[in-house]
Nanobody, 122 residues
Framework: QVQLVESGGGLVQAGGSLRLSCAASGRTFSMYTMGWFRQAPGKAREFVAAITRSGGSTFYADSVKGRFTMSRDNAKNTVYLQMNSLRPEDTAVYYC???????????????WGQGTQVTVSS
């Protein structure tokens, strides 16, 4: 069982930056592929980024490539999402998720956090 708690969301102006964190419980954190997803009002939840167990490889949605960076610290049981050059269309609730398996960009993850709101004003 893994429990995930996101933090770091907030209100930022377009062009600004935020760093989201996701703290995981348990001693097996390094066994999980981790992902970030987001859901805007009235829209389906969508893939944002993912990282392999070791942190050696990352994957991004085209809409955030070059602006967002995902990383993990297995010693701290934490993953991060550094978001730069934010746009109003990045406004959403951001969720982290854990998967006992290889990286996928679908919603097929085993554990989910409660989400953190990111609002980008124009």
């Amino acid at each position: 069982q893994v429990q995930l708690v996101e933090s770091g969301g907030g209100l930022v102006q377009a062009g600004g930056s935020l760093r989201l964190s996701c703290a995981a419980s348990g001693r097996t954190f390094s066994m999980y592929t981790m992902g970030w997803f987001r859901q805007a009002p009235g829209k389906a939840r969508e893939f944002v980024a993912a990282i392999t167990r070791s942190g050696g490889s990352t994957f991004y949605a085209d809409s955030v490539k070059g602006r967002f960076t995902m990383s993990r610290d297995n010693a701290k049981n934490t993953v991060y999402l550094q978001m730069n050059s934010l746009r109003p269309e990045d406004t959403a609730v951001y969720y982290c998720a854990a998967r006992n398996g290889a990286v996928v960009t679908t919603l097929n993850y085993d554990y989910w956090g409660q989400g953190t709101q990111v609002t980008v004003s124009s």
